[in-house]
């Protein structure tokens, strides 16, 4: 007779592959949400995952690579929200830069506080490690990035700005927001909860583009 195979047992390997690598995640949230970062040891790990410690460094090097991969799954699981946010962040540059400005630091604020929430103390220790575009380029590999669309955003504004070079503009403004995004978590991360943040660095990267009332006007 001929053998039938199940399909669920037809990668059985991969599938509890799957599962501890689950298994160990969640348990890595589990211990920051219930026991805080101290207690967050791939011994620990492993005991609340239900796996052997073995079997844990069988995946993971060490605890940071556990977060790592946490930040990455949450990261993947936003990447199709890219082409939207693009889209419509493009499409507010056609009227607004003021409201293009506000969307983008509002998307890139909340994408941090979704990581420290997740990660809280754990994720301080790491943030510098996540560039979110280097990563969705590698997922949309001819996404534009927000140095490539904002000199354009910028150009259909331009006698309006105090700026004149639009590309080192663009890189200036993107900069700006991601390190003071960084500086802010390693010095006081709950600031970004907070909305008063974002709408100080919006106002901070709208007065750095924008030209003052009067400014660039010639004497009569």
């Not at 160990?24 to 005991?47: S, V, W």
């Not at 796996?51 to 993947?76: E, F, M, P, W």
Request: aromatic share 8%.
């Amino acid at each position: 007779m001929a053998s039938h195979h199940s399909p669920l047992r037809r990668n059985p390997t991969q599938s509890r592959a799957t599962a501890t690598l689950r298994a160990i995640r969640e348990a890595a949230l589990r211990i920051l949400k219930e026991e805080g970062h101290a207690r967050l040891t791939t011994n620990r790990i492993a005991e609340v995952a239900g796996v052997s410690i073995g079997s844990l460094y069988q995946y993971y090097t060490d605890k940071h690579a556990i977060a790592a991969d946490i930040c990455n799954a949450l990261l993947t699981s936003e990447l199709d929200e890219i082409k939207r946010l693009d889209r419509q962040a493009i499409a507010l540059a056609e009227n607004s830069l003021d409201a293009t400005l506000a969307f983008f630091v509002e998307e890139q604020v909340a994408r941090h506080r979704r990581l420290y929430l997740q990660l809280q103390d754990f994720y301080l220790e790491i943030h510098w490690k996540y560039d979110f575009e280097a990563y969705s380029r590698k997922r949309y590999p001819n996404k534009p990035s927000t140095a490539e669309w904002l000199p354009s955003a910028l150009g259909r504004h331009k006698d309006a700005l105090r700026v004149n070079n639009f590309a080192l503009a663009a890189q200036m403004v993107a900069n700006a927001l991601e390190g003071t995004i960084h500086a802010t978590l390693d010095r006081n991360p709950e600031l970004i909860l907070t909305q008063d943040f974002v709408d100080e660095l919006h106002a901070m990267l709208v007065r750095y583009l924008k030209k003052m009332p009067g400014e660039g006007i010639p004497n009569d």
